[in-house]
């Protein structure tokens, strides 16, 4: 079964700091991942989404994330933080059948 | 274009009572998400629609949750009689199901539930 696991449930970084949250996938077939986030009182918000054109993907914010086979990761980075990333982020795989599964959240706190 | 739409955007109810959600998809897509976030943890997908059509109810509690997607396009979701622990966010989602694999998911706001 496909699946991710995000290491760290809570991650804070000084402003101006390198963001990086965890995220690790079980898959025995190319994986479908995505990065959302969901800030206060809101629904999740798609950051990136692995396309297989590239390991290296690029998303809004300023946020990209690395996709490693050899690793099973999709690691989430942003080289300097801002007070307004402060937010909830959650790793996804979608499964065969449109079935979409997400990780336990990391809260990312942004340290002024 | 739209996106998707949920009402009400909070509910606070008494155990036992009865409370439904609605949600509108984003024009076009095809499939309809209901997932439950339970304060600190990520989305469970709770139901998964296909048009009108049912693809995986597996986590749903089916004694006391219900869901229906008439006409295929606008959803509801029931909780009778509601628990304390039901007390948690309700999310819908869609995403169309063209050819390609990375069609990801559009969410609602959200409905908050507190159950007293």
């Known amino acids: 079964a496909q699946s991710v696991t995000q290491l760290g449930s809570h991650v804070s970084v000084s402003e101006g700091a390198l963001v990086l949250l965890r995220c690790n996938y079980s898959s025995s077939v190319p994986p479908y991942l995505f990065w959302y986030v969901q800030y206060p009182n809101q629904g999740l918000q798609l950051l990136l989404k692995?396309?297989?054109?590239?390991?290296l993907v690029k998303g809004i914010n300023g946020f990209e994330a690395e996709f490693k086979k050899s690793e099973t990761s999709f690691h989430l980075t942003k080289p300097s933080a801002h007070m307004s990333d402060a937010a909830e982020y959650f790793c996804a795989v979608r499964r065969t059948g449109n079935q979409f599964y997400f990780g336990t959240g990391t809260s990312l706190t942004v340290i002024p | 274009e739209a996106g998707v739409a949920q009402s009400p955007r909070y509910k606070i109810i008494e155990k036992r009572q009865s409370v439904a959600f609605w949600c509108n998809p984003i024009?076009?897509?095809?499939?309809l998400y209901w997932y439950q976030q339970i304060l600190g943890q990520g989305p469970k997908l709770l139901i998964q629609f296909q048009n009108n059509g049912v693809v995986d109810d597996s986590q749903l509690p089916k004694d006391r949750f219900s869901a229906e997607r008439l006409k295929g396009v606008d959803s509801t979701l029931k909780i009778q009689p509601a628990k304390l622990e039901d007390s948690a966010v309700y999310l819908c989602?869609?995403?169309?199901?063209?050819?390609?694999?990375?069609?990801?998911?559009?969410f609602g706001p959200g409905t908050r539930l507190t159950v007293l």
């Open positions: 692995y396309t297989s054109a590239a390991t």
């Open positions: 989602a869609s995403s169309s199901i063209g050819a390609s694999s990375y069609n990801e998911q559009f």
């Open positions: 024009s076009g897509h095809a499939t």
